[in-house]
Every structure is written in structure tokens, then in C-alpha cells.
């Protein structure tokens, strides 16, 4: 469980960002939206609103950079790459500074804090504190090259530090040495699904097709495409990873190399279509390639069924970039609904980007659920909670204030008509 998302210097993130989980003291839908985890009441959803280029995807992407640098850094394959971090590019006082990545999470029934400083070239700083019950103790601490284990506390790191590189994080070494209590918090990472969302992407819709080979998974899929209205009577699929012979003959060998490295698994799914005669009798199915014959927002959908029941079973944490593209907004509402709820035993929590401004309801969302991203005059991107701002009545429509400008993180739309105006030589 997440309880907060910490970056700085990082893409259009300039200065600290938090996004918390953590629910005020507003007792707004409290019965669907908040859950308790050991001290903490947490929220079950956050959705991030603002302009094109306000920085909501830069912030799921930080996000998205950690997992992968936690899971990937101590991997031989990454032995002489750098480290691709992109720092704020606008301001001379980030130059040659790290990027900043911290979580704060519940993981096997403990608090943790984690986090990284890096550059292109090296990690300058990494530090692990766990929380028992009140009191944070430090794991281990590390500043350039000198890493400081807690003997007592992380054994597992003892001897480790001469092992790991300097675009390594520690913390992936001594998952990868076996160690418990970081095997634990990669898992946790690992356990986050991503999903952009404009596609479906491979990844997602592997988790699906995947979920297809067992009966009830799959019954519950076709349940929720049903759900969505999309017309499907049936699905199958399955999943196979690219051979050398599968790779067109002409392909450069170099590239033929890297995708068989990646282990990169090719997907293929029917949907299933009842046929009916001129009487419109059932005469039987007809079967479609989901790519060829289906629509975006179907494929989006199949995408993301998996991903979303994988979550809600598991408690895990799902991350979508714009959830509401190629969706319609009923059936939008209807995913956030399905976190926002006391059905959600596992308390799975999602946070997502989204345009919807039919999601901005008091009826949905609590205002500490309601992130907005702004950039600053110097290109800076301002991340707030609807929660800090002052003055907001309980009664207020949230979709039509925030489109009126009330809470900011709108684009400042010039006028049209001056792309008729004639130019003056």
C-alpha cells in the first residue's frame, strides 16, 4: 500500500513533489473511499487533473522510472548503460544535480521508506528507514560510494557494498543476493502495474490473456466486457514468445538480437461475435482479430480488464495515464467505482491522469483524492492536493468550478481568430 510518492528534478518537476495517499480529516465517503492500514487511513484512488503539458504524466512517469531502476539496476544488462533519468532542463540550478525518487509504502506488514538520488552516470544517494511502530530506524544510508548497513537491523546488506556498481541501487544487489527484506520491497515494486493510457500496450493485455486460461478469471472478464457493452460473446487468447524463425527474414541482426534479449512475448486474441440470419435468428459466431477488427477503446478495455481484476484481487496498486482516452465516461466512472468501494477488500488503490471533468463529482471523489498539476511562469510543474486549498464548500460542484478556474491547473486558451488574421508585411 502506498502511502506516499515523493520526486524532485525530474522532467518538468523542479522542486519536491508529493503525492499522498493519506486521507485528511474530511469524513467525506469515508466508508468507500478510505481504508485503515496499521496507523494510517489511506486513500483508495487519486486521479491527477491539468493542462496538456502541466506535468500529470511526468509525475506517473517518476513514478513509473523508480519501479523500473528498483527492478532493473542490478542486472548485468545494465552493467555499462547509463541511467536514463531526465533531470529539469529550465533552470541553471538543477544543472548537475540528481534526480530525486522516494516512496513511502506498507510492505509485509511494516512501513518503509525508501529512496534514490541519481544522475546519467551514478547513484549519489540511497537510503532504506523502517518503521516498527512510531520510531524510524535507518537499514542502511549511502552517499557516493560509502554505503552504511544497520548490521543489526539489514544483515542481508553486510558485505554487499564492494558488489554493487555505482549506477546500481544497493537495494536491488541484495534482492538479488537473496536478501528478505529487500527480496519483500521488490516485490512491492514490482507488484505496480502500469498502464498508458492511450494503448493497451503488451504488457497489460498479457496480464489478460494470461488470466484467460483459467475458468473463472475468464468468466469474470467476459462479465466485465459486458459490463462495457462492447458486443463480445466470447474470448480467445494466448500468449507465445518471439523465436529467431518468428522475425521477418529481412530484419538487421542487431535488431533481431535486442528484441529476443527483451524476451518480448507476441499476443494474439479472438473475440467472439454471435451471427444471426435475416430473421435475426442466433445462426451461430463469428470470430475477429482483436487488432484488426476491433476498436481502439475495445482493445484498450480488454488492455486494462486483466490489470484491474489482477489489482483488486491482490491489494496492488494500479497506475494509469489517462484513463479516461477512448473510454466513455460512464464506463470511466464505472472502473474508478470499482476502487472507490467497500467491495475493494483487498484495498487495491489506483491513481491515473485524466481529463474527465464527469469525474470531478463529490459524489465520487473526496477533495485529498483530487490532484491538480500546474507549470509556474519558469516551466516549472506545481503539484497541489484540492484538499490545501482554502474555501471550498462541501455542497460545491468540483467538474464546473475547476473548468470556471477556481482551482487552477487549466490551460489559458488563446483566441482562435487570430489564426485568420491577416500578417502585415
Request: proline share 3%; aromatic share 8%; glycine share 6%.
Amino acid at each position: 500500500m502506498l502511502i506516499e510518492f515523493n520526486t524532485a528534478n525530474v522532467l518538468s518537476l523542479k522542486d519536491k513533489a508529493t503525492l499522498s495517499m493519506v486521507a485528511s480529516s474530511d469524513n467525506a465517503l469515508e466508508e468507500n473511499n478510505v481504508f485503515s492500514a496499521g496507523n494510517f487511513k489511506l486513500l483508495r484512488s487519486a486521479v491527477v487533473y491539468g493542462a496538456n503539458a502541466s506535468g500529470k504524466s511526468n509525475l506517473l512517469t517518476a513514478m513509473s522510472f523508480m519501479r523500473h531502476m528498483v527492478i532493473n539496476s542490478s542486472k548485468d544488462t545494465q552493467a555499462s548503460e547509463e541511467i536514463d533519468v531526465d533531470s529539469f532542463k529550465l533552470s541553471e540550478a538543477c544543472d548537475g544535480k540528481p534526480s530525486l525518487f522516494e516512496a513511502v509504502f506498507i510492505c509485509a506488514g511494516g512501513k518503509y521508506r525508501y529512496g534514490f538520488e541519481v544522475d546519467r552516470q551514478r547513484v549519489q544517494s540511497e537510503w532504506l528507514f523502517h518503521s516498527a511502530k512510531v520510531r524510524e530506524a535507518a537499514l542502511f544510508t549511502r552517499e557516493g560510494d560509502h554505503i552504511q548497513v544497520n548490521e543489526s537491523r539489514f544483515k542481508e546488506g553486510k558485505a554487499l557494498e564492494e558488489k554493487t556498481r555505482e549506477n546500481a541501487l544497493f537495494l536491488s544487489v541484495c534482492a538479488q543476493f537473496n536478501g528478505k527484506i529487500s527480496k519483500e520491497i521488490l516485490a512491492w515494486f514490482n507488484s505496480i502495474q502500469f498502464i498508458h493510457g492511450a494503448s493497451s500496450g503488451i504488457r497489460p493485455l498479457g496480464v489478460t490473456v494470461n488470466m484467460l486460461n483459467d475458468p473463472l478469471q475468464k468468466k469474470r472478464i467476459l462479465e466485465m466486457s459486458r459490463i462495457a457493452d462492447l458486443g463480445i460473446d466470447d474470448l480467445q487468447g494466448h500468449t507465445k514468445e518471439i523465436t529467431l524463425e518468428s522475425l521477418p527474414k529481412d530484419m538487421p541482426d542487431e535488431m533481431k538480437k535486442k528484441i529476443l534479449s527483451k524476451g518480448i512475448m507476441e499476443i494474439e486474441v479472438k473475440t467472439i461475435h454471435l451471427k444471426y440470419d435475416s430473421k435475426n435468428k442466433e445462426v451461430g459466431s463469428v470470430s475477429f482479430d482483436l487488432y484488426d477488427n476491433e476498436s481502439a477503446g475495445t482493445l484498450k478495455f480488454l488492455g486494462m480488464a486483466g490489470p484491474i481484476l489482477d489489482c483488486l484481487d491482490k491489494g496492488r496498486i494500479l497506475v494509469i495515464d489517462e484513463l479516461d482516452a477512448r473510454l466513455h465516461p460512464l464506463l470511466t466512472r464505472s472502473i474508478v467505482s470499482l476502487f472507490n468501494s467497500p467491495t475493494n477488500r483487498s484495498n487495491a488503490q489506483m491513481i491515473f491522469a485524466s481529463h474527465d471533468t464527469g469525474l470531478l463529482d463529490k459524489n465520487l471523489f473526496r477533495r485529498d483524492q483530487i490532484w491538480l498539476a500546474e507549470k509556474d511562469r519558469y516551466g516549472a510543474t506545481i503539484l497541489y492536493s484540492m484538499a490545501e486549498l482554502k474555501g471550498i464548500r462541501k455542497e460545491a460542484s468540483f467538474g464546473k468550478d475547476y473548468i470556471l478556474g477556481k482551482y487552477g491547473a487549466i490551460p489559458f486558451i488563446g483566441d482562435p481568430s487570430r489564426l485568420f488574421c491577416e500578417v502585415n508585411p
